[in-house]
């Protein structure tokens, strides 16, 4: 990957390509209705199925996106895992921001009104 | 021979499939941004289009990390719309059209476009929203065909502004020279600015967007001088889906005029915006 200086961002290349594998492919399983629900029943050996190193693990195990990120999750397959959680793209921008939903809601209406 | 009337450049945010499955659009929080619809759809509907091709990225429903193609070309009889995982309603199937897409596989690898070619494809939200927006009377009987041709944005590195230019101009003459009398409308979707991951999340820049939605319609070689490095900067993380945008501006080899566009902040934790843009064929002025 090019060098950036771009504050706050993880550029998603073949370096965290590698180290996601197991996580991101777990994620995109949970486009089946059927291996969400597996996750739901049995969170361990779902997560044990797929590979996932201990810090993939914990990173899933505390529902920390940032975490998850560093972990090599990429933001379009842990949308799926986000889903699972009933928790949408307001809820997990809230959290990586440390924002209450609503504070992060007004700031992005604030981007409009520049 | 085949003809490229136009171009539409849309938002693909999945919030918009889930507002029009639950009739939203007459909300206050919707509101501004349907009503920039009506144009656009109205000119989509005189336009009278045969079939729809769709510049857009997949977001992790038919490509995986597995295998990951810069540029895909569908080349099937039908498109399945499948779960994505978080609630977005299954729409019917989106015809093919295989002879054409045969077509502008044999005419891109040609033009030294080494695309990956898919029989087989299921196409997510950055396709289905935007059919589902701009034909809001198909009730799931899709009154065109479609050829979609997916761009990774997902992985990095991805085609730069550049290279994705020059895909829609080889897009283009592909289309363009195809024998069968076809009216043909190209889609670019996904954007504006938008970035989901990281503490810079919720990044949106107006400025930058506003710039874009002039600058595709006039001068549409200066992205060409960006980097991806740049998009990202400008556009945010997942903005990059501009890509989309600068491949279907290539496509229009005619004289280009634009007929509306929209934009509104925020729809979930983008800039929605729209663009319609009209190509008249150099061929057809000169007969004139
Ligand atoms: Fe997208």
Redesign the interface.
Known sequence: ??H?D?????????TQ?QKG?AL??M??S????AN?DAFTRDEDAYCAKFGLNEEQRAAIRERN??KL?AAGG???????F???LKL???D??AQ??GMTVDA??D???A??R? | MAQIVGAIATSHIP?IGKAIAEKKQNDPYWKPFFDGYDKAIAWLRQARPDVVVMIYND???NF???KMPTFAVGAAAQYRS??????LPVQSSFPGDADLSWHVIESLVADEFDIVSCQDMAVDHGFTVPMTLMFPDAGGKWPVKTLPVSINT????LPSPARCWKLGRAIGRAIESYPKDLRVVVFGTGGLSH?????????????FDLYCLETIVKDPEAFSKL???DL??EAG??GVEFLNWIAMRGTLLGSVSKIHSNY???I??T?GATLVLENRAAVQTQAA
Not at chain 2, 82 to 87: A, H, L, T
């Open positions: 990957m090019q950036h771009i504050p706050g961002t993880v550029v998603f290349d073949g390509a594998y991101n492919a994620c995109y949970f486009n089946a209705a969400r996106v940032l990120l990429n933001v379009y397959y842990l949308a799926k986000a889903g699972i949408n793209v307001q997990i921008g990586q921001t992060f809601k700031m992005l209406a981007a409009g520049q | 919030a977001h992790g429903l995986f990390l597995d499948e779960d994505e995982g978080w609630g997902v992985q990095h590195p970035q989901l991951d990281g503490t810079r999340a919720g990044f949106i820049n107006k400025k980097s991806v490095v990202v900067r993380a997942q509104h902040i925020p979930s934790n800039a």
